[in-house]
């Protein structure tokens, strides 16, 4: 099977290491990231993850059946993660009732809009976040307390073979996809990754 989504990775490679590799990831290893800095990101990201948590809804609606168990292992985990984001906006004193932020609000909507593209085009920018985050939190290596756990949601070996799932789903829909359609799905790949170092820039430039 041709690997389309490595592809993209090598194709695109400076484009993808600046949605993974960012100061604000560098100043929690450093255990230097500002508290409003930090609190900025998760309150954005957990907004970011209710219409995360919408878009994969409606990724399983339209896949096909033998990728179910990838997709509700996917959603069984954000049953999780929705919870966790609370407790951690609780021991935080922060306010989960918030606006989302300029680049927040165009990164959902972006997700919304994926809702009118094909199935191997969803199942691409659904692989492209899940694995932002993967690297993005492992690639700084250790980070220290009380961070650590930020970094292990989304950098934990289980989430990575998830991920590995979610990859080879895209690329199996890919496969058969036209050309016309492997190009939006690239389109989605460089779209999402450009989300990605924005939201960065967003948390670490909180004002
Ligand atoms: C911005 N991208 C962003 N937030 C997340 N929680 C994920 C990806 C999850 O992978």
Redesign the pocket.
Known sequence: MVNICQQFLEKHSQIWQEATVHPFLEHCKLGIIQPQQFNTWLVQ?YL??ID?TRLVGRILAIAPSHHFDVILAGLAALKD?LIWFKEKAVSRQLNLDAQKQSVCIQ?CEYMHNLALMPYPVQATAFWT??L???QGWQLPGVIPEPYNEFSQR?GNAGFTEYVKHLEKQADEALQTASVAIQHQAEEAFLKVSK??KD?WQMAFYAA
Do not use: R, T
């Open positions: 990201d970011f993850v995360f993660e990164y976040i899940e932002a985050y993967n989304w989300l990605e939201f």
